[in-house]
């Protein structure tokens, strides 16, 4: 058997290798989910991402002779080291045939990269970061992944134990059906909640998408500052990803809370596109948009991505009212089921209300670490 070799990917060629791996590793596997093209190309060929203006990315390629066999990217994010001051480095986008010897010498090559540049641990997977996918799916195999989550092998975790990483933090999961919740239980609880607290819900008002996303974004890095792995999302990434969602979001699934005239709480849903994106196996543009076209009308999921309330609201009851808003307007626009993602495995509070609305978790993502 040849030698494994790990090179940088400094050339297009080379990070179009890079890009097409996934392609050729999932070709047999009925739950993946492409990428959008288009998100891809902005990370590592055109380099346009804004994510890049406060960090440093270089994406490895594994080959024996002239077949790539894996792929990851190392990462330095400066956001992270500014705010928690742990001297940290990062990889993602990992993908690798089952083979430990594979695995091993591309997580060393990210760890030697970053060690370089000053880390004292390796973290990952984050793709780039916590505002983004991450974690490697460890629960959970048998369904794709919804939109915006990750999806890997069933061998990954073992891979990651041989080659000396452990569990950092586990991400949650969990999964709602209009048959365990009704509309008129969810109208219930959320209409207390509201009432008591003087707090009204509205949708995202389209027209005035620019200072709306704004408002967002300066709610979103206050309410999650004190979360495990938190990095603030320059405002940059922000308006990035609002157009990325633009065209698939529903004004009446992004839902704003208020109480005089303050944004104190929001929650971003969107249609699961994944749902669409499955059958666009092949990246000829005009068959990925055709396809995308054609089974956007069946997808019956949505996603909660998203749900952040100001500290000083956080018990007053925004949260349940969002929860069971959320779930009254997907029934009315006729969404079957709902996946709220990610909850860290610490976050007790989070956990009980979702558990009190009959959601069931049904998928663990995992974090892991090499010191």
């Not at 949505?302 to 609201?313: N, P, Q, S, T």
């Not at 979702?354 to 993502?365: A, C």
């Amino acid at each position: 058997m040849e030698k494994v070799e790990i090179i940088p990917t400094l050339d297009k060629k080379s990070i179009r290798q890079f890009m097409a791996f996934p392609y050729t590793l999932y070709r047999s596997d009925p739950y993946w989910v492409p990428p959008l093209w288009t998100t891809q190309r902005q990370l590592f060929e055109t380099r346009e991402h804004p994510f890049l203006a406060h960090a440093e990315m270089q994406c490895f390629l594994a080959r024996r002779g002239n077949e790539a066999v894996g792929r990851i990217a190392a990462i330095i994010d400066r956001n992270f080291d500014q705010v928690h001051r742990e001297h940290a480095g990062f990889f993602g986008f990992f993908e690798s045939v089952d083979d430990p010897e594979v695995s091993a010498q591309l997580l060393d090559t990210a760890w030697e990269w970053v060690r370089q540049r000053g880390a004292r641990f390796i973290r990952g997977p984050m793709n780039p970061s916590t505002n983004y996918e991450c974690g490697m799916l460890v629960e959970g195999f048998d369904s794709s992944p919804v939109i915006m989550m990750s999806y890997n092998p069933r061998y990954y975790p073992e891979l990651f134990h041989k080659a000396g990483f452990r569990a950092e933090k586990d991400l949650y999961a969990y999964y709602l059906s209009r048959e365990i919740v009704s509309a008129e239980r969810a109208t219930r609880v959320g209409q207390r909640a509201l009432e008591a607290h003087g707090i009204q819900i509205r949708s995202l008002r389209m027209k005035d998408f620019e200072s709306e996303v704004e408002r967002v974004w300066e709610v979103y890095n206050s309410a999650w500052s004190r979360n495990w792995g938190f990095v603030p999302m320059t405002r940059e990434e922000c308006f990035w990803l609002a157009r990325e969602l633009k065209p698939i979001a529903e004004p009446d699934l992004v839902l704003m809370a208020e109480t005089s005239g303050e944004l104190v709480g929001l929650l971003l849903a969107v249609p699961d596109i994944n749902q669409a994106l499955k059958h666009t196996r092949r990246r000829f543009l005009p068959t990925l948009l055709f396809n995308v076209i054609y089974h956007r009308r069946h997808i019956r999921t949505i996603r909660v991505v998203l749900l952040g309330v100001l500290e000083k609201y956080r018990a007053t009851g925004i949260t349940a009212a969002l929860y069971t808003e959320i779930i009254r307007r997907g029934i009315q626009r006729g969404y079957q089921d709902c996946e709220m993602s990610w909850i860290l495995d610490d976050n007790v509070m989070m956990i009980r209300s979702l558990e009190s609305l009959g959601g069931q978790r049904y998928k663990t993502y995992r974090i892991y670490q090499r010191d």
